[in-house]
């Protein structure tokens, strides 16, 4: 039996809402390079999708019930997950020193996770002497690693870093000139109303990973022009183009991507975009241009930067079940002298 260490129960007493919230007080500390970066990350790598399926009877089938297609386990993805983070740079450094943060864990003295976080992130900054805003958002995605993939699985990840020396050596602020940058529409463009084209960047880290589309054209259909590598055996799910595509209606999730840059140059989410991706279970907002767009639905009107995900699914309407039944077994026993307490149902 694996037995867990006292970093990892710590990182497991933190549910979604409590990394939600360490979130949410990270991210004005973390670099605007990896902003974006870090949401859609932590959107790709739901807990509550990990937790349903390690507490599963029958796990493949439960895969199977919420068509997970894919490299869904962030397990099996330790080193490369992260490669669209400005952050994944640093990654060897990143790793080695949230091992020796989990090996000398002090469960009597500590701190938050977010200052825990912060913490390990600010050595890093100094060892490397970087900006400490360059760490933190790859460092909060190194302790989630951490509580998905167990310390032992994280420690054997050899810390590879995925990125050629030409890509690697941008400054975060030459990333951010070149991110969803507007093609210019040639002489008198400006002038233009019909037939502007537009480039779609879906791997920063690799300069031929770019496709054009036409104005108003939405993000999938501009991939399928894409000839120019053979998909499916890159990933099944490319059928064609490099954006993995199915209905093209908004109704299989599978074109999901994450907005790297440029989300305000989408149209907004239409009613059935916006319906559908909470229930596959991607992102539950009410904003008009989230981080998070089905591909399939998004209409582009400017040069946009996305993050393919490695897998796909349908789990909204089952994580939500779940905790409907969690919040329904705790019943209010009702104590002798007339008090309330809630407690769990087993
Ligand atoms: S291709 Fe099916 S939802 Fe977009």
Known sequence: MNIETPFENFLNEHDEEAWSATLATL???????????TQIWFAFYPLPLLRALEQSDDREKLAQQ???????ELKAQIDTSHRFLYGHRFWPQVKRAVEQHADSFNQTARASLADQILGVARSVAQQLTKDESLLVGITAVAFMTVQ???????????????IDNKHAKKSPEQVLRERAKDDSQGLLGFLRTVNKQWTVTWDENDSSAKYKLREAQDLAWGAADDQTRDWRSIDPRRVEGPIPVECRSAACGTCWVGVLGGAAKLADVGAREGKKIKEFGYIDTAEPKPLIRLACQAQAYGAVSVVIPPWNGQFGKYLRSLKEQDDKSIKIVAKPEGEAKSEFVQ
């Open 27 to 37: 991210l004005r500390l973390i670099h605007e390079v990896d902003r974006n970066a």
């Open 66 to 72: 919420l068509l997970l297609r894919g490299d869904y």
């Open 148 to 162: 998905q993939a167990g310390i032992t699985g994280f420690k054997s990840a050899p810390a590879t870093i995925g």
